[in-house]
């Protein structure tokens, strides 16, 4: 027996079917700020609306804003003890508000309450309040999202602002495993996925991007889907402290400069089993990548060796960078300064991550360059942290799915850059 299908049907079977295959791409603008070199995004929130600068923190667990002073919305909703907002947010304890004299949003009684973190002070506190409020989500040339119950933390504690740049009032979380970082809330909109691409400018004139949803990833002039040609290498569990768990960590076998592996301790590129230090961390709320110091010496004198030899070792002029040189030897090249290629090599010998001048060195005067991998000054922390510069006009896709990461190579190479994301604005 055969069934007939009326065509109109059909039609519908067809474009529901065209629907629910098809991912969408949201677009997150990021700025980078030149004062404090943070990579900065901004998003609309409560009612009426209004726009907030969130720094973007890679480890974040959720979205948070500071709730202290000003906090206006007809919208917002604190999170009730035990209520499935609170359960869903994994919160730590639920009580009344003992930090303000009145209730606020913030503040409030019956509340349930998780830990937040300011990256830049590492700063750790369990105070901040659940709520829920409207918010507004992305730019041209991709959708625009509006969620009128999006979950996120409320603070009060004057500590979670400190070091901030101008205007910042919060974090953007986009943690690998809460229920209510960015990504992992998104992706409950079906046109999403647990995918996301950072793509950072280095400029702080013109805007890189973040880019939510399983792709294609553009940019423009010339039109090039920078997603397609990307090599992966799986994310690392580092579930020896409850807030790490949020943070990407990948697996640095080796790291090679000119083409020569640099003598180091292996063990170190592992992380700790008994602590939390030790392995290879992305950041983006650092701004260069952090070293541990027999990592950092044994980089420094590889990469002095490797310069050229008409090229003068000079004074650091500003105290973060340990390696400076004169730069009226180097030539330049369509990815920066002619300095020492960094191979930064990941599960196989064959997988590696170059970084070129671009990204390896910083101009800090006119006739002197720094090298922009500096010591770590911390102990029990990350062997490497990979920071912003090294990020830089480089996508990185975040595959929660697939517990992997992506890297390409610098987007210079392909005579294109991160700001080059928006088709609708002429350069």
Not at 12 to 27: A, T
Not at 283 to 311: M, R
Not at 350 to 371: E, H, P
Not at 418 to 426: A, G, H, P, R, V
């Amino acid at each position: 027996m055969t069934f007939k299908f009326p065509l109109s049907m059909l039609l519908l079977v067809l474009l529901l079917n065209i629907f629910l295959c098809s991912g969408e791409v949201l677009y997150l603008p990021v700025t980078k700020d030149a004062s404090t070199l943070q990579y900065i995004t901004q998003v609309s929130q409560r009612t009426p609306l209004i726009p907030i600068k969130l720094l973007v923190h890679l480890g974040g667990r959720s979205l948070w804003v500071d709730c202290d002073k000003g906090f206006k919305s007809s919208t917002y909703k604190p999170g009730v003890c035990n209520s499935t907002q609170c359960t869903y947010s994994n919160s730590n304890y639920c009580g009344d508000c003992i930090l303000k004299p009145k209730l606020q949003p913030g503040c409030n009684n019956n509340s349930c309450y998780i830990w937040g973190e300011n990256p830049l002070i590492d700063w750790f506190d369990d105070s901040a309040e659940i709520a829920d409020d409207v918010l507004v989500f992305g730019s041209t040339p991709g959708v625009r999202v509006t969620w009128p119950r999006f979950i996120f933390a409320c603070f009060v504690s004057p500590n979670m602002v400190r070091l901030l740049a101008n205007g910042v009032t919060g974090i953007a979380g986009f943690g690998r495993e809460s229920p209510i970082s960015i990504p992992n809330q998104l992706a409950l909109d079906p046109r999403f996925t647990k995918k996301f691409g950072i793509c950072l400018s280095s400029s702080t004139t013109s805007r890189g991007v973040i880019f939510i949803g399983s792709g294609p990833y553009y940019v423009y002039n010339p039109k090039i889907d920078i997603s397609s040609n990307i090599l992966y290498t799986k994310l690392i569990a580092n579930k020896n402290a409850f807030l790490v768990t949020q943070e990407y960590y990948i697996q640095v076998s080796s790291i090679k400069i000119a083409g020569q592996d640099i003598p180091l301790n292996k063990t170190l590129l592992s992380i700790n089993k008994k602590d939390i230090d030790g392995g290879t961390r992305i950041s983006t709320a650092s701004p260069y990548t952090i070293l541990h110091p027999s990592i950092y010496y044994a980089f420094k004198t590889a990469f002095i060796n490797a310069l050229p030899k008409n090229v003068a070792l000079v004074e650091s002029p500003m105290k973060q960078f340990g390696l400076c040189f004169s730069s009226k030897n180097i030539k330049s090249t369509n990815v920066g300064p002619a300095v020492p290629v960094i191979d930064i090599v990941l599960h196989k010998p064959s997988a590696f991550w170059r970084i070129y001048g671009t990204n390896s060195v910083v101009q800090v005067s006119k006739d002197v360059m720094c090298l922009a991998f500096v010591k770590q000054d911390e102990e029990r922390e990350p062997s490497i942290v990979i920071g912003g510069h090294q990020l830089e006009e480089n996508l990185l896709i975040f595959d929660l799915p697939g517990k992997k990461i992506g890297f390409s190579s610098s987007l210079k190479l392909q005579q294109t850059s991160c700001s080059q994301y928006d088709n609708t604005i002429l350069r």
